[in-house]
Structure formats: structure tokens, C-alpha cells
């Protein structure tokens, strides 16, 4: 436990400080995930004109908090793996005693600390531009949203990794990682609250991992109702899923690389 400790201390605060020395492309990459504000304009006016369950002051929260959850479990691994496998830099990690995910991860963590100024500086502007949708959460509320968007962020990262080990094989795995956006961007709860789906394509919805990664986390923070049991259930089950199927592909995948020589 003491080594385990030491060494994550090692890879966290190296790759924070590596983090920091792009300060300007994290305002960037923050900035990038600005959709949900843009969605927001566009579903608060629809809420104006039209019958939804939510109100104005719901969607503006909502989407406050879906931009909050995607600055926590955005996800990169994919393109540095494949990157590594393609150019042959893995070869120098799998001699290192630890397995080379915990770099990724430790680099994913580390980039979530540094992108905190940024990330309060423009929920600090929403507030002032937005006055009336402020809210303060309980205590009790935050915790379990902390939980919630620590799982989420790994069971996104679970999901890419296992998909960028289909690097082994292909020379482009990160376009798995693209079909599979266009369907997380729609049903994550990115582009709309699952409240606005008709019931049917949202019981649906519930059983697929894809609106624990957004859906699920922003409605704890701002109080909608959910079931917080069976949504860790789902999140459980499908990281246990993706967890077998990464570890078989790892094992598989390395015997295809070092076959190829590299």
C-alpha cells in the first residue's frame, strides 16, 4: 500500500505540473465543452413557448451542471494509445513494473485539478449573467454527486481505453471512438435532458451506459428525480462488461504486438 501510495503521488503530481505548462490550451479545451450553454438558450426558449416537464430556471441548471460533469469525464486515451502503439512508444512502458494505463489515467486526474480555475471562473460568469438560476445544493447532495461523477469519469475512460486497444489491430482505432460520440452526444443528455424523450426511448435509454455518464450525475447536482440505486447498478454492470472485455483484448493485443516485431 505504501509503494502503491508513493507511486501515485509520483505520476499525479508530474503530470499536473506537466498539465500546467499549457495552461492556454486548457482554457481552450474548456472552452470547447461550452455546448450544453449553447443548448441551453435553445431549449430555455422552447420551454417558454412550450409544455415540458421541466421549467426555464430547470433547463439552465441542467445544463450548467451537464457542462460541469463533461469538463470531469472528458476523455483523450484513445489518441494517445493509439499513437503509442502505431509509432512503437508502448514498447518502453511494458517494461516499467506498473501497467501503462495508470500513466493515462494519472494524466486524466491531474488535467481534471488543472482545469479547476477555469472551470469556476466560468460557472462564476453564468451566475452573474444568469442570476436567477442559482441554487446551492446540500451537503449531503454534493457528495453524492462527487461519487457519482468520479464513477462516471471512470466507466468514459473504461469505455475508451477498451476501445483504443483496438489499436493492436487497427491503424485508426480513435474512429471507434467517433461513431460511438455521435451516439453518447444524443443520449447522454448532452444535447437534451432525458425528461424531454418520450417514455418509452427513455426506459430504453436507462438500461445503456451512455446517460450515467452526463444525464445521471447533472440531475443528482441539481436535484431532479432519479434512481440513484439502479443507476449504480447499471454503472456497475457495465464497468464490470467493459472491464473483462478490456483485459481479454490487452492480453490479446499483446501478443499481436510483439508479433509484429515492434
Not at 438560476?133 to 481505453?161: G, H, K, N, T
Not at 460520440?181 to 451512455?210: D, M, Q
Request: with cysteine.
Amino acid at each position: 500500500m505504501t509503494r502503491f501510495i508513493k507511486v501515485a503521488k509520483t505520476l499525479l503530481l508530474t503530470y499536473y505540473a506537466y498539465m500546467l505548462e499549457y495552461r492556454a490550451e486548457l482554457l481552450l479545451w474548456t472552452l470547447s465543452g461550452s455546448l450544453p450553454f449553447i443548448l441551453m438558450g435553445i431549449w430555455v426558449k422552447a420551454a417558454q413557448n412550450g409544455q415540458f416537464n421541466l421549467q426555464p430556471v430547470d433547463f439552465a441548471r441542467y445544463f450548467l451542471a451537464a457542462f460541469i460533469v463533461r469538463q470531469t469525464n472528458v476523455v483523450w486515451v484513445i489518441w494517445e494509445f493509439e499513437k503509442e502503439v502505431v509509432q512503437g512508444k508502448l514498447s518502453p512502458k511494458l517494461l516499467q513494473p506498473i501497467d501503462p494505463v495508470w500513466h493515462h489515467f494519472a494524466a486524466h486526474i491531474s488535467e481534471r485539478f488543472a482545469r479547476l480555475p477555469f472551470i469556476f471562473g466560468l460557472i462564476l460568469l453564468f451566475f452573474a449573467l444568469y442570476p436567477q438560476s442559482f441554487w446551492l445544493p446540500s451537503f449531503d447532495r454534493v457528495l453524492l454527486f462527487l461519487l457519482v461523477i468520479f464513477l462516471a469519469f471512470c466507466l468514459r475512460f473504461l469505455i475508451q481505453y477498451t476501445f483504443a486497444l483496438f489499436a493492436f489491430w487497427l491503424e485508426r482505432a480513435s474512429a471507434i471512438e467517433q461513431v460511438w460520440f455521435l451516439v453518447y452526444l444524443f443520449l447522454s443528455g448532452i444535447i437534451a435532458p432525458l425528461e424531454v424523450f418520450p417514455e418509452s426511448v427513455r426506459n430504453l435509454v436507462l438500461w445503456t451506459p451512455f446517460p450515467y455518464l452526463v444525464h445521471f450525475p447533472a440531475s443528482i447536482l441539481i436535484g431532479l428525480p432519479v434512481d440513484v440505486g439502479h443507476g449504480l447498478l447499471v454503472m456497475l454492470g457495465w464497468g464490470i462488461v467493459f472491464f473483462v472485455w478490456n483485459r481479454w483484448l490487452w492480453r490479446q493485443g499483446l501478443k499481436q504486438y510483439s508479433g509484429m516485431g515492434a
